[in-house]
T-cell receptor, first 112, second 115 residues
Framework: SQKIEQNSEALNIQEGKTATLTCNYT??????LQWYRQDPGRGPVFLLL?????KEKRKERLKVTFDTTLKQSLFHITASQPADSATYLC???????????FGKGTKLSVKP | EAGVVQSPRYKIIEKKQPVAFWCNPI?????LYWYLQNLGQGPELLIR????????DSQLPKDRFSAERLKGVDSTLKIQPAELGDSAVYLC?????????????FGPGTRLTVL
């Protein structure tokens, strides 16, 4: 069955450092991958989408890579700030139904 | 422009009671999704609508869950009867089109507690 793993449940880093979150998947060949941010008590908010034929996508301090050989996506936040503290979800898409399959998320905490 | 609206935000019920959740998507969005999110987990799709048609309800437990999207705008998700294991957050999302390439806009969710 399809499986998505986000490298850790929690990641703690110091303000100003680069946060790197990992999303690995098996038994799936997604056409694209999306990253969302979720704050406590709120719904997820879309951040970035990357297609299978794209290696890298950037948006301000965010960078996403997609390696279909390794079946892995990396999500980077450079110059991290305490306001970046949240849970980040990766989601795979492109199956026959066109729906998204979400990972469990990684809770990022940025300490001042 | 208003985002996805859900109500109620919180609901506490006794097991075996019925419960209903309401969602109003972003204006003009044809695709509407209902997700279930357990604590520490990602959202899991229950049902997807394209306009008023349920195009994927394969993960909806049809013995107790039902949904409707009359007139292709707002939607209602119902559980009858509720069980203890139904305690979770129920999220509604919408997108301009289906197919997944489009970003999904989520509502704040309804937190259901079944006692």
């Amino acid at each position: 069955s399809q499986k998505i793993e986000q490298n850790s449940e929690a990641l703690n880093i110091q303000e100003g450092k680069t946060a790197t979150l990992t999303c690995n998947y098996t038994n799936y060949s997604p056409a694209y991958l999306q990253w969302y941010r979720q704050d406590p008590g709120r719904g997820p908010v879309f951040l970035l989408l990357i297609r299978e034929n794209e290696k890298e996508k950037r948006k301000e301090r965010l960078k996403v890579t997609f390696d279909t050989t390794l079946k892995q996506s990396l999500f980077h936040i450079t110059a991290s700030q305490p306001a970046d503290s949240a849970t980040y979800l990766c989601a795979l898409g492109g199956g026959s139904q066109g729906n998204l399959i979400f990972g469990k998320g990684t809770k990022l905490s940025v300490k001042p | 422009e208003a985002g996805v609206v859900q109500s109620p935000r919180y609901k506490i019920i006794e097991k075996k009671q019925p419960v209903a959740f309401w969602c109003n998507p972003i204006s003009g969005h044809n695709t509407l999704y209902w997700y279930l999110q357990n604590l520490g987990q990602g959202p899991e799709l229950l049902i997807r609508y394209e306009n008023e048609e349920a195009v994927d309800d394969s993960q909806l437990p049809k013995d107790r869950f039902s949904a409707e999207r009359l007139k292709g705008v707002d939607s209602t998700l119902k559980i009858q009867p509720a069980e203890l294991g139904d305690s979770a957050v129920y999220l509604c999302a919408s997108s301009s089109r289906g197919g997944g390439y489009n970003e999904q806009f989520f509502g704040p969710g309804t937190r259901l507690t079944v006692l």
